[in-house]
Structures are given as structure tokens and as C-alpha cells.
């Protein structure tokens, strides 16, 4: 066990934790925020996906010796009222539908967007790697320019 110091969602938190348990675990079962979710645990769907600074990263491998002095944001701090232009931009456009995925989906979008203001096509297919089992693409490519058009 180690201790480290992180802060999440601007708020600072100490935990003594193994120090490969990847941030996920961190996240969940230490601070109990659920919202980022557990999805493959091999960094291929991005359920799991946060950020770290402004760099989306999927944390379901990241281990908490790798965070140093970044800031974590996760989606329960992407806003505090749910109003960020990516969140307006997935409740406008419906994209939603069994929703596990979407957490993951939100935060790489707003990594994106720090990114790529206004992101191409090409842009958007090339970052949003995350696996959605609906099939809700589509949906996800038009609330992402419609958040690139709002911000």
C-alpha cells in the first residue's frame, strides 16, 4: 500500500491504495463515485474513460502512481448542474439509449472539443474510439457538433 494525494473533481482526497490499483477502482470503490463506469478492463470501449488534466484517459488500467499532480475530472464533475455544452448537446439530440456507455462517451467528446473547437469529421472519428453497443453514432457525431456549434 501507498498513500497518495489526488484531487477529483476539485476536491482533494487522500487514500492508501496498491499502487498499480488502477484509477477506476480508485474512483469507484474508494471515493464512491460511481458514475464512471466498468466496461472491458482492457482499454478498448472507454466506459472507464476521464480526464486527466485535459487528456482523456481510460482508467481502467491507469494505474494511481501514474497520476502525479494532474487534476482528475470525471463526469460527476464535468459540471455541477449537468449543464456543460456536451451534456446539453447529448439530452438535445436523444443520443442515450441503454446509456452505460455514455459517461465515457461525454468525457472523451468534451476532451475533444478542449482539442478541436470546432473538430472535423475525420477529427471526430479518430478520437471518439469508444464502443457504444447501441450503436448510437451516429447520434453521438451530430450532439458533438451541435456542442461544438453552442460552445
Known amino acids: 500500500m501507498a498513500a497518495y494525494s489526488?484531487?477529483?473533481?476539485?476536491?482533494?482526497?487522500?487514500?492508501?491504495?496498491?499502487?498499480?490499483?488502477?484509477?477506476?477502482?480508485?474512483?469507484?470503490?474508494?471515493?464512491?463515485?460511481?458514475?464512471?463506469?466498468?466496461?472491458?478492463?482492457?482499454?478498448?470501449?472507454?466506459?472507464?474513460?476521464?480526464?486527466?488534466?485535459d487528456v482523456a484517459v481510460r482508467s481502467c488500467v491507469f494505474p494511481i502512481e501514474s497520476v502525479g499532480n494532474e487534476k482528475i475530472t470525471t463526469i460527476e464533475g464535468l459540471s455541477e448542474k449537468g449543464d456543460h455544452p456536451v451534456q446539453l448537446a447529448w439530452k438535445e439530440v436523444d443520443v442515450a439509449q441503454c446509456g452505460y456507455c455514455q459517461t465515457g462517451q461525454i468525457m472523451a467528446a468534451a476532451a475533444l472539443l478542449k482539442e478541436h473547437p470546432i473538430p472535423s469529421d475525420d477529427d471526430i472519428r479518430t478520437t471518439m474510439t469508444?464502443?457504444?453497443?447501441?450503436?448510437?453514432?451516429?447520434?453521438?457525431?451530430?450532439?458533438i457538433k451541435l456542442a461544438s456549434e453552442k460552445s
Open 6 to 53: 489526488i484531487t477529483v473533481n476539485k476536491k482533494k482526497y487522500e487514500v492508501d491504495v496498491d499502487p498499480q490499483m488502477p484509477l477506476l477502482w480508485v474512483i469507484r470503490d474508494v471515493i464512491g463515485l460511481t458514475g464512471t463506469k466498468f466496461g472491458c478492463g482492457i482499454t478498448q470501449c472507454g466506459a472507464c474513460t476521464v480526464h486527466l488534466g
Open 130 to 143: 469508444n464502443i457504444c453497443r447501441c450503436g448510437t453514432y451516429n447520434r453521438i457525431k451530430k450532439a
